[in-house]
């Protein structure tokens, strides 16, 4: 009896020890599930694929962000698993093989990282004895300190091609990290493609893979989640180890360099056998019939940049982007009309007044800004004047032709002179009609430009219903009329007293403006006759602001030669008169 006793104890503590025993190792076994992985060996057997990888590392994150629970299980378990998944994939080639892991189950305020497989010629069964010994985890994630560790594992194979496979929640990551992997890509260069495998959905955890991921050259990220299942593993395992053998896509890039062997027949192809796209706008050369689009430029299926308003200059050069159809249109893609005429009134340039007249005639809802620009005279606003003066002419011009008044208006710019050049240059003018929305109130006075009178008022000021300050309806003005010597620029004493009184006119009148205009007779050369005029209108203006303090802007001068002759050069008493320098200067009293 006391014999039956001691064995039925024995059995009992037996018993025990064996369920504890049991269940510690059922508890690691857990941590791997069942799997039947799908056979990718048949594509190496059949030659259709051949191996792309020579050697690969597995860091798997063991650290303490990987106890946290998703989807209801332990992050950790979940990465373990998708390892030992991979791993009974994985086909018959040879590999060298190393398993590196980041955290210490011991010590939660580590940074540790060791490598529990390798690196050395890899086994399927080794490696998954190596997954199996794993007890949990934590510690912190020096996922830095992993891949610095790694490369110089790799470092070791000196031939072929290297795969990084990080399996990780990529949370509470160093950014160096990063900075570690583009190292990495320094050192390995491009036999080196890095693959992340996320376990989780960190949002900042996806930046930093990204991250990492975009350090290699080759290489992509995936989500645990969608290679779970026998297929989506074997496709996982196929992309990153092996590639098609020979040209399966007959692109005439081998499947050994080849990054993509699914390229259609008859596509241009780079040196990695993916489609050319030169200008990289996303259509591939085959189809560019714009091939040399600069980069970031919006382009249409055939990979040419937008014309919206079909003038000619694509959208991306065009500055004046609503020009209606049939305009001439300059570089810059606006509506440009004579550029070469300084007077658009002249017979010369009416062509191109009765064309702009039919197309504005043809868009009835359409206003224009007509905007001449020039730099022949010496101060920006006396070009802006004159500018506007010329465009003056364009805009009565128009109107004879039937267009109203409250469709177009004008303004005037100055175009900056080239440095160094000479005075003699030809001076540049160009005028430029700008389609405009009839609503547009550039001042701000409640009445729109096209029926603006005085576009230009100042804030604050009551304007009547064309645009314009308040004035009585008298109107006052006063003459200027100086003679010149034959030859001679200089203003004589004898006409001091007059423009004196014309300076007191316009300190009297704010608001009025004065263009001086000078001309010749016909004696000498014509090109000299212009410079002459311009000098004696020059100094009539130059007399007015600097005796009399009349700001510049307000005052312009033109000459304009032996051109508008007011009598016969013919006779000396006719050159007499015509070599002169006049003004009208016009005011209106404020209510």
Known sequence: MKTDRLLIRSAIIFGVMIFFLSGCSISKRNIITPFVPQNVNFLIETNEYSAKIDAFMVILDLSISMTESYNSRNKYKKAVDIVSRMNQTLPDIPLIGTLRTIGNYDCALCRTTTSIYGPKPYNQRDFDFALRKIKGANGESPLDLAIEAATQDLRQVTT???????????????????????????????????????????????????????????????????????EKMADFVKMVFLERALDSDHDGVFNTHDECPNTPRGILVNDYGCPKDTDADGVYDSNDQCPTTPK??????????????????????????????????????????????????????????????????????????????????????????????????????????????????????????????????????????????????????????????????????KVDAYGCPHMKKKQVSIKLDIKFDSNKSDVKSQFFH??????????????????????????????????????????????????????????????????????????????????????????????
């Not at 036999?191 to 930046?207: P, S």
């Not at 006759?529 to 000098?535: E, G, I, P, T, V």
Request: proline residues 5%; charged residues 25%; aromatic residues 6%.
């Open 160 to 230: 072929g091609r290297l795969a990084l496979i990080i399996v990780s929640d990529f949370k509470e990551l160093q950014k160096s990290s990063i900075k570690a992997a583009q190292e990495m890509q320094e050192i390995l260069g491009d036999r080196l493609a890095i693959f992340n495998i996320m376990v989780g959905n960190d949002l900042e955890g996806k930046n930093l893979m990204q991250g990492i991921a975009q350090a290699g050259k080759y290489g992509f990220s995936v989500s645990a989640e969608s290679i779970t299942s026998p």
């Open 296 to 461: 970031g430029i919006v382009v249409d299926e055939m990979g040419c940049p937008y014309d919206r308003d079909q003038d000619g200059v694509k959208d991306y050069l065009d500055k004046c982007l609503e020009t209606p159809l049939g305009a001439k249109v300059n570089i810059n893609g606006c509506w440009i009309i004579s550029p070469h005429f300084l007077n658009q009134c002249c017979p010369a340039g009416r062509p191109y007044m009765d064309e702009a007249f039919m197309i504005i005639q043809n868009n009835p809802n359409m206003c224009v800004d007509i905007q001449v620009s020039t730099n022949a005279l010496e101060t920006e606003q006396s070009n802006k004047e004159l500018g506007k003066f010329w465009g003056q002419n364009i805009k009565s011009y128009l109107m004879t032709k039937g267009l109203s008044d409250d469709r177009i208006w004008v303004t005037g710019q100055s175009i900056e002179k080239a440095k160094g050049s000479p005075e003699s240059l030809t001076p540049i003018t160009q005028v430029i009609f700008n389609p405009a929305s009839c609503t547009r109130d550039r001042d701000g006075d409640g009445v729109y430009d096209a029926v603006d009178r005085c576009p230009d008022t100042p804030k604050g000021l």
């Open 498 to 591: 007059h423009i004196q009184k014309v300076a007191q006119f316009m300190k009297t009148y704010p608001y009025s403006k004065a263009i001086i205009e000078a001309h010749t007779d016909s004696s000498g050369d014509a090109a000299y006759n212009l410079k002459l005029s311009q000098k004696r209108a020059d100094n009539v203006r130059k007399y007015i602001i600097n005796n009399f303090q009349i700001p510049q802007e307000r005052i312009i001068a033109i000459g304009y030669g032996e051109t508008r002759p007011i009598a016969d050069n013919k006779t000396l008493k006719g050159k007499k008169k015509n070599r002169r320098a006049t003004a009208i200067i016009k005011a209106g009293e404020k209510k």
